[in-house]
Nanobody, 119 residues
Framework: QVQLVESGGGSVQAGGSLRLSCAAA?????MGWFRQPPGKEREGVAI???????TYADSVKGRFTISKDNAKNTLYLQMNSLKPEDSATYYC????????????????WGKGTLVTIAS
């Protein structure tokens, strides 16, 4: 079992930026960010595989950047030009296969961090 712990959530004004971090207690080849807005289903945001290749949801392309520090086993999500519709609980997830942004059955999940964007 690999524990994932997110941090960096908070409240900002629309147009602002936040950076989320996810510390993993061990190496995971595929890691990603998912989010769940209030009253809505979970959706994939961004994924990064073991080769550093990234995939983004269309709704965040050009605004969010996923990255990973393999030496620290830490995943990041830099979020710029935030919009009210980005408000959600953001979850870090990891797996060793099926590295897809639409894989909602990732093996490991964090508890989430809340992001609120005020208009």
């Amino acid at each position: 079992q690999v524990q994932l712990v997110e941090s960096g959530g908070g409240s900002v004004q629309a147009g602002g930026s936040l950076r989320l971090s996810c510390a993993a207690a061990g190496y995971i080849s595929c890691m990603g960010w998912f989010r769940q807005p209030p009253g809505k289903e979970r959706e994939g945001v961004a994924i990064i595989d073991m080769l550093g290749r990234t995939t983004y949801a269309d709704s965040v392309k050009g605004r969010f950047t996923i990255s990973k520090d393999n030496a620290k086993n830490t995943l990041y999500l830099q979020m710029n030009s935030l919009k009210p519709e980005d408000s959600a609980t953001y979850y870090c997830a990891g797996d060793y296969s099926r590295c897809r942004v639409d894989n909602y059955n990732m093996a490991y999940w964090g508890k989430g961090t809340l992001v609120t964007i005020a208009s």
